[in-house]
């Protein structure tokens, strides 16, 4: 059985940092491409930042570049996205996604940035 399961979503004020994380099971992690994707308010579900299988290649949606970093550790099944000098509208449900010929979905974890 597949899973995808985010944790480390918040509360935190603007400009200070969490780090979220994405346990993955049920299927070869080390083949899938990772990705977060996050979702606001009212709107689409929009992609924030993408790791290749190896880990050697990353990219980001220009709103988060120079904030936000992606990870992963194959050895764990894991992948992370540390998130620093978050602004509100960073405000969103943030989803791990796995990538390969299908998609797999975790379940989504809250981030609020507001003071």
């Known amino acids: 059985q597949v899973r995808l399961v985010e944790s480390g979503g918040g509360l935190v004020q603007p400009g200070g940092s969490l780090r979220l994380s994405c346990a993955a099971s049920g299927f070869t992690f080390s083949l899938y491409g990772m990705n977060w994707y996050r979702q606001a308010p009212g709107k689409e579900r929009v992609l924030v930042a993408g790791?290749?299988?190896?880990?050697?290649?990353?990219n980001y949606v220009d709103s988060v570049k120079d904030r936000f970093t992606i990870s992963r550790d194959n050895a764990k099944n894991t992948i992370y996205l540390q998130m620093n000098s978050l602004k509100p509208e960073d405000t969103a449900v943030y989803y791990c996604?796995?990538?390969?010929?299908?998609?797999?979905w975790g379940k989504g974890t809250l981030v609020t940035v507001s003071s």
């Open positions: 790791i290749t299988s190896d880990g050697g290649s990353t």
């Open positions: 996604n796995a990538r390969r010929y299908i998609d797999f």
